[in-house]
């Protein structure tokens, strides 16, 4: 055994000893809840109860603990524990170390238990009588099996040669295979961590992951009081409890999801919030089905129908959840999605595969069991009852969300073994997403959205069980003509342009815009129609208003998204390369190459790459790109901004992204590096030639001539300043091309007390370097000249606009807003407290959505 | 929920379902061999990088020109031709999936996901790699 210098062991320790404390009283309270569910005796059940509390408590400050002292390692860089050399590094902002955590399986998972146990201390420590006796055992013994299944995700323990889960304590000596180890002061060769991946530093990453999981974590209790329904045989009653944590988990899954979105436009340089990639995928399907059942279960409340198909939505949210977590870190979606996953090994898949299994296949028993006791209305409802078209709307919502999963799931199939056979008999060979993928969702739900649409449109305005004729056309009217009025002017005024899939596909995008401003009209008045200005029960209103101007949003910002970095667009004609016969009129040609200080045409703006300059991360450049909108008269410049696109070019050489944005209330410009030379690789091997030449005189260069204009001395210049003893001499020369461009450069000599210095100048256009070399004998001026085939500066960019982008994030805060007000009314929370908490989430989502950039 | 639901859900699946055959044209992934015998079909290509030919891009001229080869586990060898930028890591990749058609000699291809070490800290490989520099540097 080697005794190993410099190493805190006790961190390592400590974590250990809590990963197992919190495993121990997960499954200790598991077993006390799930006894106490079974207990009639009211004592014997409040001991179990008790019991059950103390250790879930116990559980609870374990798991803080673990999280801690991760945090707590990662902060002070210590390398000899894997989860900082993995993810950390000292350049890190700390900013982004709670990213770090996150970053690795281990952390997600560590912080989807933190989220669960959170939840559970609620309901743990929610005295409410009626909760206390019947609920509370039930619901916390779901959770508790949870807990269970995550703890043993982090444990780390070998079972018969076989490890059980990843610990995030263990050392990087016994994970890595490599000679360094066997030398004692093996730390002090481990100058830094690899760090967290480049895409993740972006503010979004530090919230969107615990948003997230919180959304997914709090689909567990929906769940569990269902279970808790079935358990009990208090088959219909569990609804009431559940339905303020329903609306409560769409709302944060909703916000999370969008996160997800805004991270994606504002980091990552697929161009756009949504890529129907199946990691986003795998989050929206739970949401869909949760939004689904939220709508069966007040028809439940209302009507005392569509109770069986609200159990079946609240189980297969959390259902999906799980699937979702078996798609993403299996590494079983490989070769198909942009987000990189890789197998965690086959020890961690089996348990991942055994959660999934151990919650999905009791609840279908049980739910099977009982089917028939679940009761249920045998009468059909009246076609003009509101709870008719919502249950039509809650089937759509759940089978675009189960559309969404079969061809999500693509890649599983090619790995089950009957079914991989099949499909390779019947479509001769393994089974790939079509030609365009997006396009393959994008008509399927934008029909589902017009259904949507006119669904939540005219439904507000049905009573429950039925509706009079005369009653509903005398209310429904004015949002109708408002509609009409309203889409008319936009088709007029800006009509949608978008031609890729043909006149049909685009006929269907006007509908979807009519019914979904129908959508946002009609719930807007109901607020002031039906409700008469009644705000505290408006949140449904107020999330269909939100959903609809979200919708009303993605349907323009994507259909009218101008690629504005397009050859053709700019009317230029990009010389072909050295392929013509491939050159085809769809070609995408969406990125342009900026050559320094030439300006360039890029839609309405003209554009200089102007300089790039590298910031405080290491390997990071920021690129300087001025953009100019000029009058029609191309006199007065109208508008100017400066975007600064940033790249990481990392020591392998491998480069990554970031976009730069500006946002206007109206549009963004969106614009990115596709592609930039390395620096350290271009080394320049021209030399420079030396002329001599009087003022006013002319000679040539390669590809045309300079005059010396004058030469200056000290010149009076903002950039310099010079003393009485200082001896300063400013070229001015003027280099004309053979396509009659002028250039100017301004080289200089200058003389001061510590040596003389040659500040030389650059002409990028004509790639060239101009030095101020020194004055001859014969009074003339000795001008170098540098004519460089490689130094051409440039970068690659590609340029979208998003028009009306912020309506998308506007309407996804009045949908969360609108969600969580029916949460805490529900939730029966005073009008204070509602308003503070409705207060706080309002200023906040507005912040990060629209302000922060 | 009953005749009339089951009409109006039958309806809607169909129309789905419907949308869907009449309109998708599910892709292979197929070896480049296999995909030179189906040329002009939209597929998917497994491959790497071959090396020891050049890459082509000179976005001076023309940022919308990509040309490299790609070989798979099979020996199956072509030029690939990409209308868009570089992929910023693709010298790096160790696997490639390709998005595309055949086209006679070359594959006019559609898509590039590069499967990358460096993204993969996971992956015991890229682990052993990065200590190796950092401690040898010295």
Known sequence: ?????????????????????????????????????????????????????????????????????????CYNHYFEYMYAYKHASKELESKFLLSCIWEGQEGSFLLWSIWHAVLGMFIVYYKKEEHHTIWKAPVMSVIGLAQLFLMFMILGIYFFGVRIGNSPFTFTRNEIPAPIFSQPNYLTFIKDGMGLNVLLRNYWMVIHPPILFLGFASTIIPFAFAYAGLQTKRFGEWIKPAMP???????????GIMMGGKWAYESLSFGG???????????????????????????????????????????????????????????????????????????????????VLSFAVPIFILFFKHYKKIPAIHTEEETSSREFYMFIGSLLLFLSALFIILITSIPVYSKTPLLKDLIISIHKGPLAMPEDAEFLYNKVMIMVSVFIGILTAVSQYLKYKNTTRTYLMGKIKYPFIATIIISTLLFIFYPIQYDKHGIGFLVAIYIALFSSIYAAISNGMYISLVLKNNLKSAGASIAHVGFAVMIIGMLISSSNKLIISDSKVNGINVPIGKDPMTKKEEDPTENLTLIREVPTRMGDYQVSYVKDSSGHEKGRSFYILNFEKKDKAASK????????????????????????TKSYLTKDIFTYISFAINKEKNEDTAQFKIIEIGEGEKSYYSNGYFELKKVEKNPANSKYKFGAN?????????????????????????????????????????????????????????????????????????SYVFPYINLVWLGLIIMAMGLLMSSLFRAKFSNRLSSIILLLAFIGLFYMFLFAN | MKRTHIIILIGIVALIIGLLVFSVDFSTYDTINSAKKKQGKFVHLIAKLDKSEPITYDPIKNPNYLSFYAVDSLGGKTQVIYHNSKPGDLEKSERIVLKGKMESDHFECQDILLKCPSKYKDDKKMLEKDMKDQTTKN
């Open chain 1, 726 to 798: 200082d001896i300063a001499l400013q070229a001015e020369i003027q280099f004309v091309s053979k396509d009659s461009m002028h250039f100017d450069a301004r080289p200089m000599i200058v003389a001061d007390s510590f040596g003389i210095l040659q500040i030389d100048d650059t002409v990028y256009a004509q790639n060239l370097f101009v030095k101020f070399a020194g004055v001859s004998d014969n009074h003339k001026i000795k001008i170098g000249i540098k004519e460089s085939d490689q130094l051409i500066d440039f970068v690659t960019v590609k």
């Open chain 1, 1 to 73: 055994m080697i005794k190993f210098e410099g190493e805190h062991l006790l961190p390592g320790q400590i974590g250990h000893f809590f990963i197992i404390l919190a495993l121990m009283s997960s499954l200790v309270s598991l077993i006390s809840f799930g006894v106490a569910s079974t207990k009639s005796d009211l004592s014997q059940k409040n001991e179990w109860l008790k019991f059950g509390k103390i250790n879930f408590t116990i559980h609870f400050i374990s798991i803080l603990v673990v999280f801690a002292t991760i945090f707590f390692i």
């Open chain 1, 637 to 660: 410049v109208e508008e100017r901004f400066v975007l600064k696109p940033d790249v990481y070019l990392m020591k392998d050489n491998n480069m990554s992204s970031n976009p730069d």
């Open chain 1, 273 to 355: 919030y949504w890529a129907w990639d199946p990691v986003e995928n795998a989050s929206l399907v739970p949401w869909l089905i949760l939004i689904a059942g939220i709508h069966t279960m007040l028809i439940f409340n209302a009507t005392g129908r569509s109770l069986r198909a609200s159990y079946l939505f609240a189980m297969l949210t959390f259902i999906f959840v799980l699937y979702s977590t078996f798609l993403t870190r299996t590494g079983i979606l490989g070769d198909t999605s942009v987000h990189a996953f890789t197998e965690a090994g086959k020890a961690i898949n089996i348990m991942i595969g055994l959660y």
């Open chain 1, 245 to 255: 944590w329903a609306l409560m988990s769409a709302c944060i899954l909703g916000v």
